[in-house]
Antibody
Framework: EVQLVESGGGLVQPGGSLRLSCAAS????????MHWVRQAPGEGLVWVSR????????TYADSVKGRFTISRDNAKSTLYLQMNSLRAEDTAVYYC??????????????WGQGTLVTVSS | DIVMTQSPDSLAVSLGERATINCKSS????????????LAWYQQKPGQPPNLLIY???TRESGVPDRFSGSGSGTDFTLTISSLQAEDVAVYYC?????????FGQGTKLAIK
């Protein structure tokens, strides 16, 4: 059974840092591109970042570029999101999501339950 | 960035009736090399992560009931629920995965009339 389990969320002051983790199981993690998507309370879904299957390629939304860093450890089947210089507008539930291989359509077929990040003084 | 605009923002439909949600992209998401539209639909129920319903604009994900269907091409897309069931109450999002950032529509809240 495919599982994605996020952790690392919490309350942080503006300007602070957090590192989110997403532990994957039930599939060959190293063959999938992975993504982070966030959702502010009561709001819609916003794509944040992606990383290639081998970790060599990363892409970010403009709103987090230069502040967030996505990475992965394929040996540990874990995805990370290092978040620095956090702002109030970064407050959201952060989901990790698996993108299907291109031949299987390319949508995000598995999502974690999310971890809440609250940026407030 | 490709802007995704859904309509309506909210919708109330009677049980057993048809529900239709529209999604328009600011530029085409049709990939010419394989003639596939890089457009997905997700369902999100309260307190849960999104659930993939449709990919390539019209292909139903495994396990999704056949009352859900997707159509459209280029910039205009539709999600149809042919006969609304109580468990379909949710927010529905379209998403383009043609180019980063992989933008979502603002969501359509579906309720029972």
């Amino acid at each position: 059974e495919v599982q994605l389990v996020e952790s690392g969320g919490g309350l942080v002051q503006p300007g602070g840092s957090l590192r989110l983790s997403c532990a994957a199981s039930g599939f060959t993690f190293s063959t999938y591109w992975m993504h982070w998507v966030r959702q502010a309370p009561g709001e819609g879904l916003v794509w944040v970042s992606r990383i290639s299957s081998d970790g060599s390629s990363t892409t970010y939304a403009d709103s987090v570029k230069g502040r967030f860093t996505i990475s992965r450890d394929n040996a540990k089947s874990t995805l990370y999101l290092q978040m620095n210089s956090l702002r109030a507008e970064d407050t959201a539930v952060y989901y990790c999501a698996r993108r299907t291989i291109a031949a299987a359509g390319g949508g995000f077929d598995y999502w974690g339950q999310g971890t809440l990040v609250t940026v407030s003084s | 960035d490709i802007v995704m605009t859904q309509s309506p923002d909210s919708l109330a439909v009677s049980l057993g009736e048809r529900a239709t949600i529209n999604c328009k992209s600011s530029q085409s998401v049709l990939y010419s090399s394989n003639n596939k539209n890089y457009l997905a639909w997700y369902q999100q129920k309260p307190g849960q992560p999104p659930n993939l319903l449709i990919y390539w604009a019209s292909t139903r994900e495994s396990g999704v009931p056949d009352r859900f269907s997707g159509s459209g091409s280029g910039t205009d897309f539709t999600l149809t629920i042919s006969s609304l069931q109580a468990e379909d109450v949710a927010v529905y999002y379209c998403q383009q995965y043609y180019s980063t950032p992989y933008t979502f529509g603002q969501g359509t809240k579906l309720a029972i009339k």
